[in-house]
């Protein structure tokens, strides 16, 4: 496994308390590979105050930060090297631990567990905010300053060779792309092995990402997607919803762009009741109305699985 940026010393994990609930696989309609979250309360609450109940692994691991890409006017994007030992499962995020910072940021990766293997870097992506790890990030953070990451979250995808298929309705509203771009690169890694392979090894269904930000400029990794699904047209499929555009819009994203929320058409048009398994992750109120359209639409509550961080 390859390293582009190499941290100075292998130090070895750390095993630190941690509230971390068993792993449970579920066993009703949904396979095994989905995990859920629970609604949290509507009082602001810390990170970890907010996950206490959620899975997290015990190890606490060092991490480098190799790369900084100013992914929109408000996001930055850290590339970070990590330890041999880390790993994740798409949707999952980190407790970020930030020497000299009381507070413990956190943060959904935004990377594939494919990129980990190859190159042994995580990706982040974190919106400006004047929480003390967030602003961290956008105003001292630097290639080369060491952090150190703890895995958690009980909201992934991780299908193995033996499952059925589903169908993947990804609905994100805002920064909570971040978990659902992890998916969906899991998603064409998990198809690329299956070219590879001769399609025996993973059982893909389709996968629509619906994915409503302010404006064009704010849709994190629009080109990576559009390349996904121009990539995979018979499995992967995408509609950007810009609410406040003024600006004209990129020929290259027109075909994916629609003005306006999301819409109970476009989510029936994509909801197969036996067959679909929906992630959300956004704003509250935004988890809360297209949870409702969904069950109203059939979709099965254990089937709308969701990841709420504000």
């Given amino acids: 496994m390859s390293v582009p940026c190499i941290l100075t010393s292998a130090a070895r994990s750390l095993t630190l308390p941690a509230p971390a609930a068993a792993l449970l696989r579920c066993r009703a309609l949904v396979p095994a590979c989905i995990r859920r979250r629970n609604m949290s309360s509507k009082r602001q609450m810390d990170h970890l105050e907010r996950t206490a109940n959620n899975y997290r692994q015990n190890d606490l691991y060092p991490a480098q930060v190799c790369g900084i890409i100013n992914e929109s006017e408000t996001v930055k994007r850290l590339r970070l090297a990590v330890h041999p030992d880390f790993n994740f499962k798409a949707g999952q995020w980190v407790d970020f631990f930030i020497p000299g910072l009381e507070k413990v940021g956190g943060f959904s990766m935004c990377s594939s567990p494919g990129l980990l293997q190859r190159e042994g870097v995580i990706e982040l992506a974190v919106k400006y905010s004047k929480h003390p790890p967030a602003h961290w990030v956008h105003t001292m953070c630097t290639v080369g300053s060491r952090v150190a990451m703890r895995v958690g979250g009980n909201f992934f995808f991780d299908p193995l060779p033996s ?148």
């Avoid at 064409?188 to 392979?197: E, F, G």
């Avoid at 893909?204 to 704010?218: M, R």
């Avoid at 849709?219 to 997607?225: A, V």
């Avoid at 929320?261 to 988890?287: F, N, S």
């Fill in 163 to 310: 499952d059925p298929s589903v169908d993947l309705l990804l609905v994100a509203g805002g920064v909570g792309i971040n978990p659902l771009y992890s998916i969906l690169l899991h998603t064409a890694d998990l198809l690329h092995l299956n070219h590879a392979s001769d399609g025996q090894d993973y059982h893909i269904g389709s996968t629509h990402l619906c994915y409503s930000a302010k404006n064009t400029q704010e849709l994190l990794f629009k080109d990576t997607i559009v390349d996904v699904c121009r990539e995979f047209p018979d499995k992967v499929s995408c509609n950007f919803h810009v609410t406040k555009e003024s600006t004209d819009v990129d020929p290259h994203l027109q075909p994916f762009v629609s003005c306006g929320r999301i819409t109970k058409v476009e989510l029936q048009a994509h909801v197969d009741p036996q067959r679909t398994v929906c992630y959300l992750c956004g704003p509250p109120p935004m988890i809360e109305a297209i949870s409702q359209t969904l069950v109203d639409l059939g979709l099965p509550q254990d089937r709308i699985l969701f990841e709420k961080w504000w």
